[in-house]
């Protein structure tokens, strides 16, 4: 199972920007997806999850930030608006797979993408 994540890019603050993050390879079923952050110098956070429709965001978004998931495509989005520079950092993606019915379901993780707000 691969992840790729993409959308990133150099946002003015109050600017808005959507990343997706497809998923391919084999996959019977995904069970969660989620948007992940670091910033330099801080810990990786949860920034947004989705699982069987429900969501789930990290309080520093709320409000500004959705995330979505087309099922049939097995990808996920997360609609960043009213960005502040706070929210600079390098986003990645994860998802809880099931490759196969009846069968353990693992963690993957996608590449990176940089996001950066400033003016």
């Known amino acids: 199972v691969q992840l790729q994540a993409s959308g990133g890019g150099l946002v003015q603050p109050g600017g808005s920007l959507r990343l997706s993050c497809a998923a391919s390879?084999?996959?019977?079923?995904?069970?969660?997806m989620g948007w992940y952050r670091q910033a330099p110098g801080k810990q990786r956070e949860l920034v947004a999850i989705?699982?069987?429709?429900?969501?789930n965001y990290a309080d520093s978004v709320k409000g500004r930030f959705t995330i979505s998931r087309d099922s049939a495509e097995n990808t996920m989005y997360l609609q960043m608006n009213s960005l502040k520079p706070e929210d600079t950092a390098v986003y990645s993606c994860?998802?809880?797979?099931?490759?196969?019915?009846?069968?353990?379901?693992?963690?993957?993780w996608g590449q990176g993408t940089q996001v950066t707000v400033s003016s």
């Open positions: 989705i699982s069987s429709g429900r969501t």
């Open positions: 994860n998802a809880l797979v099931r490759s196969r019915a009846f069968t353990p379901a693992y963690a993957y």
């Open positions: 390879g084999t996959i019977a079923s995904i069970i969660t």
